[in-house]
């Protein structure tokens, strides 16, 4: 009821172990509070929040227009109803090293276990975009350094993201990670891997976790969870997934109700008001005060 019980530290602990468990961590991306209300109920690993998703909900492109506010406002907003950690989508941090300094304390204070941070020039463009421009490697070096002096609770991950693949080559996107490792990153994501054979390479050349990006329509190859469990993957993330299959449903909704001016041969499409009573646990509220929930369905 209202916020979660679990208390930011453990949540990153809890993270940390999943990393290390050897297992497949599933991250769904949660577009909202109340999608990870429903992360949590159905078993997943984790909730993500992604930059891509918190941009398209304000009506704008993946091109570096949200501000840090914006994005630790909502990753707060979700991190407080659930008990799952919640990793979150930083952009290439904001700025410069300085500010990349404070956007890790500013996540950290948002209740959020990790982070990622991309070697993109600022502003940055959706990862599986043609036309990427990155930044030097000591320049991201510089703001890996900073993430990780910045950082107050040793719990708190940072995960380095390289978008060199489809810039620079593989070749260049592991020596870039293996630097980004030595800059003190617990976690590497490795972007626009087009199939296994990419992640199996850098299975080989790092040690630390590794994250894979399932996001449909993109330059990757869509692969199970046995697949990428074989590959030796810590985390996979479906970031935009949730975001597409609501909107497709609202669109197609707003059409039926367009041109036949009622919503009847919608209604078996919908979540039933007793399911989301259900996920806002209406009854938890009534036990704490009768005032608030007096009625029957």
Do not use: W
Not at 46 to 65: H, K
């Amino acid at each position: 009821m209202l916020h979660s019980t679990v208390p930011s530290h453990e949540k990153r602990r809890l993270l940390r172990e999943g990393l290390a468990s050897g297992r497949l961590l599933r991250v769904p991306g949660a577009m909202n509070p109340l999608t990870a209300v429903l992360i949590q109920e159905l078993g997943f690993d984790g909730a993500y929040v992604s930059g891509a998703v918190i941009a398209a909900d304000l009506a704008l492109p993946d091109i570096g227009l949200t501000t840090l506010t914006e994005v630790a406002g909502r990753g707060a907003q979700i991190a407080r109803v659930t008990d799952l950690p919640v990793l979150i989508d930083a952009d290439t941090g904001f700025g410069e090293p300085m500010n990349v300094a404070r956007t890790v304390q500013a996540l950290e204070d948002a209740g959020i276990a990790g982070c990622h941070l991309e070697d993109q020039v600022n502003p940055k463009r959706c990862g599986h975009l043609d036309g990427k421009t990155v930044i030097e490697t000591d320049e991201m070096v510089r703001r890996i350094r900073a993430a990780v002096t910045a950082r107050r609770d040793e719990g708190f991950v940072i995960c380095a993201r390289t978008d060199a693949a489809g810039v620079e080559g593989l070749d260049s996107a592991i020596d870039r990670a293996k630097a980004y490792i030595e800059a003190g990153a617990d976690m590497v994501f490795p972007e626009a891997m087009r199939g296994p054979a990419d992640f199996e390479a850098f299975r080989e050349a790092v040690d630390v976790p590794l994250l894979a990006n399932m996001t449909e329509f993109g330059k990757s190859e869509l692969l199970t969870v046995e697949q990428l469990e074989s590959l030796g993957l810590n985390m996979v993330i479906y970031p935009v997934t949730t975001l597409r299959l609501a909107m497709g449903a609202v669109e197609e909704g707003l059409r039926v109700l367009r041109d036949e001016g009622v919503q009847t041969d919608l209604v078996d499409r919908m979540q039933t008001r007793e399911r989301l009573y259900e996920l806002l646990d209406y009854r938890a509220y009534n036990a704490f005060d009768g005032d608030v929930y007096d009625f029957t369905l």
